[in-house]
């Protein structure tokens, strides 16, 4: 290499973890996302990522990276109830070290029956994230007509054979 020839290496970190749902993945660092307060019900568990499931319904997995057979559908509330209205305390934008509120993108756990005849959504307490912090938390609304399981859509129960 000649003296005016500048050699760049750019060394991305990746990530290697197992799950049972996808099998072993590596994904770059940059795409983990740290709760630094645990999700409800999910203690010690602080780091995921978001891997895609049905973009074009706007589904995606919440895969944690600590605990291969946790990952959660969620969805984008919005798509779903334009209505829908959060209240992120100074607090939470604090931590989720947010300039503006376009930093955030909100996210809703979804839940299925067991005969798959009902598809919830937890609007009581919907997650924020930073992608660009890499940041995320639950913000439970506190004092809201909201429930844990809003109905998105009702069908005919699956039969057995």
């Known amino acids: ?29 940059e795409a983990v996302i740290h709760f630094p307060v645990a999700l409800l019900g999910l203690d010690n568990r602080h780091d995921y990522c978001l891997l895609e499931h049905d973009n074009m319904a706007g589904f995606y997995w919440l895969q944690s990276l600590q605990d291969p057979a ?5 969805t984008d509330p919005f798509r779903h109830i334009p209505e829908y209205e959060v209240e992120i305390p100074d607090s939470q934008v604090e931590l989720l070290r947010a300039k503006d509120p376009s930093d955030l993108t909100l996210y809703t756990t979804i839940s299925m029956a067991a005969d798959h005849s009902q598809v919830c959504t937890n609007l009581l307490g919907p997650l924020a994230i930073n992608h660009e912090e890499r940041v995320g938390t639950q ?18 129960p699956v039969e057995k054979v």
């Open 1 to 29: 290499m000649s003296p005016t020839e500048v050699s760049v290496k750019t060394e991305v970190s990746v990530k290697e973890f197992d799950t049972t749902r996808f099998g072993r993945l590596s994904l770059p660092e």
């Open 70 to 74: 946790v990952a959660l559908i969620v």
């Open 139 to 156: 913000i439970v609304q506190h004092g809201s007509n909201y429930t844990c399981r809003h109905t998105l859509a009702m069908r005919q």
